[in-house]
């Protein structure tokens, strides 16, 4: 006996007295703690108000009958009770097709009756023991999920500000729990507005945890001011004692004068933006180098562009381009400029966005979704879409 057996809780559901007793004998002679039950509905009733490791359960309840319904039908009731449960089914001898469908029904193992003491043992102490670590590593991983679903909530929240004559509004939609997509808006002064939108590889919670690095190091970095190329040399060098050997980030950073509208950027294999201006033509905003994280340290080149009242300008991660509908089709960048559109209020055109692109991939997106969304207004639209903001800001719709 180990003393872990000591505080083993083992259902027992039998309806024979004798059997129940015997088992429950032996168990206790072990260390084990015993629940006994004499009926499905009694152990159901003990396994929800009860902290139970393992179940023994007694396939047939009535004795003209060998077919098995009842335990099966137990079986599956404490599976939704407990899926890392173990359980094990009684069967009596030589009625194999009964422990074969008890397996397929949820069961870990099964013993036939009347059984070998040491053989049973055996079985109950290794499965109570591996639920008992399954239920462990369980509760780890939740407690690091829950971190970092709070951690992707602090750094990927959704923005909606006015700075200027610019509106912009940004929010991500995880694929799961968490995911690695992170954008920023920071106003560092009186003259500029920082943007970044970037994608680290892989999904859940180690993307989100490198998330969770390069919102720390922009984050310090934008408010510190400087121009797009230094920032993104910096966050490179961050990254890569961070970023393990074939992952990497996409990122694009943009740094705009809020007196000229002119802005300044590095798009490291993202996503290219894009740009629709006020007469309806449309730009792209291609990479200027590649992603940081594969390769050595390589020259950053920023590119310079004017936006002029009426225009508008789109960040996306490959989650909103490639979300595909079941046949395959994806969502496309050719959809997305229209929205760029200024007919709408800002704030409805992002949330029509991304609605139609849940709608395209069937209400479930197959990979993390960002979508920001810049535009320049005219002064009367700038005051009007400030005030917007505001109200956005105090109500949070």
């Known amino acids: 006996m180990t003393t872990e057996q000591e505080h083993f809780e083992v259902l027992i559901a039998e309806d024979q007295e004798h059997v129940r007793e015997a088992l429950a004998m032996l168990l206790r002679s072990h260390g084990y703690s015993v629940r006994p039950c004499s009926s499905p509905q009694e152990a159901l009733a003990e396994a929800a108000r009860t902290h139970i490791d393992l179940a023994l359960v007694d396939m047939n309840y009535r004795r003209d009958s060998t077919s098995g319904v009842e335990g099966l039908n137990l079986i599956e009731s404490l599976r939704q009770f407990d899926a890392t449960l173990p359980i094990v089914a009684l069967t009596a001898w030589g009625n194999v097709d009964l422990a074969v469908n008890a397996m397929k029904s949820g069961a870990s193992d099964f013993v036939e009756k009347p059984w070998r003491n040491q053989s049973l043992l055996e079985k109950v102490d290794s499965l109570a023991l591996r639920g008992r670590n399954l239920r462990s590593q369980q509760r780890i991983s939740e407690y690091e999920r829950e971190d970092a679903q709070q951690v992707q909530m602090r750094i990927v929240p959704r923005r909606h500000m006015v700075a200027g004559g610019v509106e912009i509004i940004g929010e991500s939609v995880p694929a799961g729990t968490v995911g690695g997509d992170y954008f920023g808006v920071w ?38 001011g400087g121009c797009a190329g230094k920032i993104v040399r910096e966050v490179e060098s961050i990254l890569r004692d961070q970023v393990s050997e074939g992952h990497y980030v996409t990122l694009f950073y943009g740094v705009l004068d809020l007196a000229s509208n002119v802005i300044e950027y590095v798009n490291a294999g993202h996503c ?21 994280g594969l ?64 709608e395209h991939a069937g209400g479930k997106l197959g990979d993390d979704a960002t979508l920001v969304m810049l535009t320049v207004w005219t002064e009367a639209r700038a005051q009007a879409a400030n005030a917007a903001a505001r109200s956005w800001a105090r109500t949070g719709s």
């Open 187 to 224: 106003q560092p002064d009186a003259e500029s507005l920082h943007l970044c939108i970037a994608d680290v590889s892989g999904k859940g919670t180690p993307g989100a945890l490198i998330a969770a690095m390069l919102h720390a190091s922009v984050s310090t970095l934008a408010m510190s």
């Open 272 to 292: 290219p933006p894009i740009v629709r201006r006020s007469d309806g033509s449309v730009e792209t905003l291609g990479p200027t180098r590649p992603v940081l």
């Open 295 to 358: 390769v050595e340290a390589t020259a950053v080149r920023a590119e310079k562009l004017r936006l002029l009242p009426g225009d508008g300008l789109l960040l996306y991660t490959d989650g909103i381009a490639e979300a595909a509908t079941g046949e395959g089709e994806e969502f496309g960048e050719q959809r997305l400029a229209p929205w760029l559109d200024q007919s709408g209020e800002l704030a409805a055109r992002h949330a029509g966005l991304l609605l139609a692109v849940r």
